[in-house]
């Protein structure tokens, strides 16, 4: 209604700026191509959160059944039976070290499988993976402690 600035009318340099802005706006394709990489972060984020729940859950099972059997072997070697041996102590460290160690492998085959199932989407490299690379590690250490338990090395 009223030609030239005014109350109420873009002055020159908000109209330059407006235009800029509009300039650096995405278009709907790139917006969504974003938001995908983004959702893909976020599931090989959950998926390492996973795997490493089974880390912990493994290693623990490991530690502790590791430790039960040294300990129940130390007060089983002494003149005074304290422990009434209805289970060996080897039985007892075997089972929870294998437990262990067959919960680290199934947590590894899981994480690998959902990681492969992103590959026909996103390019992810599971070999870079720091929690994959301490899930092979903690199954190759049950796997040594569970050995050995059962040769009696330890």
């Known amino acids: 209604?009223?030609?030239g600035p005014g109350p109420g009318r873009p002055q020159a340099s908000e109209t330059k700026a407006a235009k800029a802005l509009a300039?650096?706006?995405k278009s709907s394709n790139e917006l969504a191509e974003d938001?995908?990489?983004l959702a893909i972060k976020r599931t090989v984020m959950g998926a390492d959160r996973t795997l490493m729940a089974w880390l912990r859950t493994a290693l623990s099972m490991i530690s502790f059944g590791f430790?039960?059997?040294k300990v129940l072997e130390g007060l089983k070697g002494g003149d005074v039976n304290l422990v009434p041996q209805q289970y060996e102590p080897r039985t007892v460290g075997l089972f929870l070290v294998g437990l262990g160690t067959l919960a680290m492998v199934m947590g590894t085959v899981e994480y690998w499988f959902s990681i492969?199932?992103?590959r026909p989407v996103a390019a992810v490299?599971?070999?870079?993976r720091p929690s994959f690379v301490m899930a092979l590690i903690i199954s190759l250490v049950g796997l040594g402690v569970f050995v050995s338990i059962i040769a009696n090395l330890l």
């Open 1 to 3: 209604m009223f030609p």
């Open 23 to 25: 300039h650096e706006l």
């Open 35 to 37: 938001r995908t990489l």
């Open 67 to 69: 430790t039960i059997y």
């Open 116 to 118: 492969k199932g992103m």
């Open 125 to 128: 490299a599971i070999w870079k």
